[in-house]
């Protein structure tokens, strides 16, 4: 009688009703992370619908402050849109997407994320989502949208044709519980940031619950390669999908069979593997499980080529070093991207970038910036494998100092980037990266190759202060020296930066300027006591008549004299001009050389 009690109290539950009532399994454990959340999974739409149609992301975040612990958030996009007969099932089914079946690199993969969004905002304000959406050439359409829970089916509240100034896009609004935080690691605030550092083509518009504006513009035109579609590789195959892939295939042996379903596989490979699982002759449909078996491990012993690369779209390293150079204002910045390899039959790439120095504060530790497929990884550092291969580079050895098995210390900024058709995610709430050996081992060596470069910036920046110690001991030094001893020999005084630049090694530049009947004319000795070829440029700023030879003049309120100087080992030049008035900048200007005596140094950045 139990039995039967227990039989009746049993049913089936849909995915929805699951996440229903374990919602932190997908990010949704408090307030303040729920609310990042449900922007995470609206902007990852739209910066996904954007690239696949080749557009340039402007996208629009609007966080406001309905009740004391409830906002209303909007995210609209230029994308282009949705038609409307599938907006409700984009938005209010579960598991409803096109890449899940799809093997390339895509923010969203599971059909999961913007629908749990709306699914968390019914929960806790019993508030449908709103969509509006607008394809090229037609109306634009707003739903309101709730999610049977019971069914997994989306339940139109109400629908309407609207007048929207977009030419085509999405724009989605949930009213939701949450608490909004400012100025911490983990804030929407750092996530558009960190969003915008690896999308450089994006602009993104953050408006928050204080009416701030917040505008991280685009660094970049160049869209993104869409990443192609690839089949299944041999190498990443398991048992019950092979056997899955065998029972619904339209192909009539099994060479057919391997060569259509599986990317690298030829007449020969093909062959090969047939012969080691001798199954030469066997029908897909008609396989046993235990000849399933065979052919699974004729796939392990035969040498396949990786999977192309081309379903991967990485940032590239000049865009990630645009990116740190115009968010952190860095004095050194390098990237690097690997090349591609493969865990378990999944392509993936690590790039990784450093900032160093300049308006970069030395915190305790460095601060380190993760992304799986271009997408901030902001929760659970400290248990993901890319911080874990950050830990165990010997950072002492590039110039950084680190405790044991911890992040470094310093005035940097680490970016990791992980791009891959299948991020190995610790769980749903696609927050750290699984330790995968191949996956850390590149990470490490790519860390090293970027701390190798620090290491060098670092040693050359020392080597300029004991230089720069020992010019301002001579500067110091040398003047009273030299008066002392031009007045026992009673000679004329000496040019002591003309001999500290011979000592040195620099470039010395020194101006004269004569006037004769309301004209001035200017002379400039340039002088290269270094031990090697130099090219740089000179420039002179001045108001007036400009009377130039073998220079460029550019005019605006002021005139831009420009000279392209090459000087080989002790060699010296003169550069004259000529100018009716006398307004003149304090000292030439030089640009393309580190240090130089008797001008203004220019910042190459």
Known sequence: MIAEELAKKQREISIAEFFEKNKHILG????????????????????????????????LIKIRRVERNVYRITVEDNGPGIVKEQIPRVFGKLLYGSRFHVIRQSRGQQGIGISSAVLYAQLTTGKPA???????????????????????????????????YMPSGTRIELEIVGAYAKERKQSVYEYLKETSVVNPHAKITFVDPDGDITVFERISEQIPETPKEIKPHPHGIELGTL?????????????????????????????????????????????????????LNAFKETDFLPPPTDCLSPIGENAIMKSLMAEYKPEFVFALTRKPKVYSGHPFLIEVGLAYGGEIKADDKVNILR???????????????????????NWKNYGLNQSKNELPSGPAVILIHLASTNVPYTSESKEAVAAIPEIID???????????????????????????????????????????????????????EKVVARIMGHVFVERKVVEKD????????????????????????????????????LKSDYSTILWDVKLKDGEEIRLKYKLKGKTINKKPLVEGIDTVLGAEVMSMV
Not at 43 to 55: F, K, S
Not at 133 to 159: D, H, Q, R, W
Not at 464 to 470: D, M, R, Y
């Open 28 to 59: 949704y454990s408090n307030p303040a992370r729920s609310l990042i959340t449900c922007v995470k999974e609206a902007v990852d739409n739209a910066l996904d619908a954007c690239e696949d149609a080749g557009i340039l992301p402007d996208i």
């Open 442 to 496: 590149e990470v490490r060596l790519s860390l090293q190759e970027v701390g190798r470069r620090l290491k060098e910036h670092i040693g050359r920046k020392q080597k300029l202060q004991k230089k720069k110690k020992k010019e301002e001991i001579l500067n110091k030094i040398l003047p009273l020296l030299a008066k002392k001893v031009c007045e026992v020999l009673e000679k004329e005084p000496l040019e002591i």
């Open 130 to 164: 709103e969509i509006t959406s607008k394809v090229a050439n037609s109306k634009a359409y707003k739903l309101s949208i709730f999610i049977n829970t019971k069914k997994n089916e989306p339940e139109v509240v109400s629908e309407e044709e609207v007048d929207w």
């Open 243 to 295: 056997m899955n892939m065998l029972k619904s295939t339209k192909a009539r042996d099994l060479k057919s069979f391997l060569k259509s379903e599986f990317i690298r596989v030829g007449d020969k490979t093909a062959e090969e593997v047939l012969r080691k699982a001798g199954l030469e002759d066997a029908i897909p449909k008609k396989l046993s499980r235990d000849e399933v078996v065979k052919l």
């Open 518 to 553: 309301g004209v001035v004319e200017v002379t400039i000795n340039v002088a290269n006591y270094s031990k090697a070829k130099k090219e740089f440029k000179i420039y002179e700023i001045c108001s007036g008549e400009v009377d130039v030879e073998n220079a460029k003049v």
């Open 371 to 393: 992304f799986a497929n271009k997408v901030p990884l902001l929760y659970q550092q400290s248990g993901c494998a890319l911080t874990k291969a950050c830990e165990s580079v």
